[in-house]
């Protein structure tokens, strides 16, 4: 049987879970007219796929904030500090070929933990004011299938954006600090331990290489109608 595999690497880890709809009755009989009987979980297809996939929660308590970034490509430490200096951004980080530029930083720098006697960052810039943020665990899935990452919906102070992965890139998350999502903070807000972040989904490789039909029946017109 297939099956989906969770590791833990670190002892802050909250695994993935698997979201359950409530259906119990909001029905008081002290309560004059007001009953809330009918839920949203009553209808089966929005049970089934909120129930679909796994809840990627934060292993920790963390205020985040929208940053302000810049990008730079320079040809020495002297263009970077006289960038910095004109900017008054002090955190500069080496991604690729460019220098990557933020503030403020003291929020996300705080965040880290160690690993074979060596502090990492939990959160790593990316660009566009997004992190990769690393939660402490990894995943295995059956080889011929994928998973995909998806925001989730009615939050406006942060996004995990849309990220998907095949099971040979997986290996690779087996240390450090484990598998990252893609985050962005749009604002200033207080995520505590356990808060969902996103929703994850295993899904078999063959829903990637669907094809795309567009059938329009010929209308048949009445005599009248001509």
């Not at 985040?64 to 320079?74: G, L, M, N, R, Y």
């Not at 965040?111 to 990769?132: L, R």
């Not at 999502?181 to 290489?209: C, D, N, T, W």
Request: net charge negative; proline share 7%.
């Amino acid at each position: 049987m297939d099956k989906v595999t969770f590791y833990p690497l670190t002892e802050w880890a909250i695994l993935p879970e698997k979201e359950k709809v409530n259906l119990s009755s909001e029905n008081f009989s002290e309560i004059r007219w007001f009953h809330k009987k009918r839920k949203k979980g009553a209808c089966w297809p929005y049970k089934f796929a909120k129930e679909l996939g796994w809840i990627i929660c934060s292993p920790i308590d963390v205020i985040i904030e929208p940053v302000e970034e810049v990008q730079v490509s320079v040809e020495s430490t002297t263009d970077l500090e006289e960038i910095q200096h004109l900017r008054g951004i002090d955190f500069w980080v080496k991604r690729d070929d460019i220098y990557i530029g933020l503030k403020p930083d003291g929020w996300f720098r705080i965040h880290q933990s160690i690993i074979d006697g060596v502090w990492h960052s939990m959160f790593v810039p990316n660009g566009e004011g997004s992190f990769e943020w690393k939660l402490g665990w990894n995943v295995e899935i059956p080889k011929d299938f994928v998973l995909l990452f998806q925001p989730l919906e009615g939050i406006s102070e942060f996004i995990t954006h849309p990220g998907l992965l095949t099971s040979k890139m997986l290996p690779s998350f087996h240390s450090g600090l484990g598998l990252p999502i893609a985050f962005e903070p749009r604002k200033k807000k207080q995520i505590l331990r356990g808060e969902p972040l996103g929703k994850m989904y295993v899904f078999h490789k063959s829903a990637l290489s669907l094809k795309e039909e567009v059938i329009i029946k010929e209308r048949i017109y009445e005599p009248n109608e001509i």
